[in-house]
């Protein structure tokens, strides 16, 4: 009997468990769960005898993959797929999946909310300003870009798009003004809601001129990955701007220092973008579909590593 194993450091909404569980029972296998773990030993122990696997943002490092004997697929329940050893999945002939758009509407809703708590002075009964006629540049308009074009558009603000991969055409029929050049996007706008995946590329993009030259009032908001973050840069700029704040969904390595602008700076205690019963069912049940479909008829749709 096939073995799927989900490996979930925070685990799914039970919901979400019990919709897997069907999938993978309907097709005749056996789920394994790890969930909550602490030691990545105990995830190097359960991978090895399985033939499928999901995970959230749980690292599938070379290690974990080498341990794996019989393992055929991973699926990362989600869209960011940096937490995969790409290379060493490809190396052992292992097909690497993300669910792309699964979850995006709940990361879009709370990019949303994390403006509206920062313009409003984190609730704490303070004067703030409102989102309404305020610029927003949305800084790679894919499936969560799009959603948060949408909503922004709810509070009547002006609306951004910038994206490398993305025409003008494309970004224009989501209803955003289109930027070419990302130096633009960040100086004209006072709201940033970045989308950009970590990879080699975008690492420590995100830097000191990028973010001094944005307008006054400025609001940077991080639902993506803090590898994008030039973050001694954003230190440097949070000491130098009294006007500049960030908020982030992944808590940055120099949190106790960021923690001296706490007025303006805020960063949830454990990454929440996703966790919603919605995007854990969604993204779960179709990681479970993609696995069947890879074993069932070696169908490779939303492979990652070719
Ligand atoms: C993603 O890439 O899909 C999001 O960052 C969600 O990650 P999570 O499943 O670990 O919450």
Not at 100 to 127: C, D, H, T, W, Y
Not at 205 to 234: F, Q
Not at 236 to 253: C, G, N, S
Not at 269 to 283: L, M, P, R, V, Y
Request: charged content about 25%; some cysteine; overall charge neutral.
């Amino acid at each position: 009997m096939k073995k799927v194993l989900v490996a979930t450091e925070k685990p799914f909404a039970k919901a979400a468990v019990e919709g897997i569980r069907k999938v993978i029972e309907s097709a005749g296998y056996e789920l394994v769960l790890l969930e909550k773990y602490t030691d990545k030993n105990d995830f190097i122990k359960a991978v090895a005898n399985v033939d499928a696997l999901i995970i959230r943002s749980d690292k599938a490092s070379k290690e974990v993959i080498e341990a794996a004997n019989n393992l055929k697929i991973i699926v990362r329940a989600g869209a960011g797929y940096d937490n995969i050893d790409l290379q060493a999945s490809t190396s052992k002939g292992i097909v690497a999946m993300n669910t792309p758009g699964q979850n995006s509407n709940a990361v879009a809703e709370l990019a949303i909310g994390m403006m509206v708590f920062m313009s409003r002075g984190q609730f704490k009964g303070i004067s703030g300003t409102e989102l309404k006629g305020k610029s927003i540049g949305i800084h790679a308009c894919g499936a969560v870009g799009k959603i948060v074009s949408k909503l922004a558009h709810g509070f009547d603000m002006d609306v951004y798009g910038c994206d490398p991969y993305l025409s003008e055409a494309t970004i224009k029929s989501q209803g955003m003004k289109f930027i070419e050049d990302v130096k633009d996007l960040y100086s004209k706008c006072q709201y940033i809601s970045l989308h950009i995946p970590a990879n080699e590329q975008t690492k420590k993009s995100i830097n000191y001129d990028l973010l001094m030259s944005m307008p006054k009032g400025a609001t940077l908001i991080n639902t993506a990955r803090k590898e994008v973050i030039d973050e001694v840069a954003l230190l440097k700029v949070m000491q130098e701007r009294a006007d500049f704040k960030y908020i982030t969904d992944i808590i940055p390595d120099n949190h106790a220092e960021m923690l001296q602008f706490a007025e303006r700076y805020y960063a949830t205690s454990k990454k929440q973008g996703a966790e919603t019963a919605e995007a854990n069912i969604n993204a779960g049940i179709a990681a479970a579909n993609q696995i069947v479909n890879f074993l069932e008829k070696g169908d490779k749709t939303f492979q990652v590593n070719k």
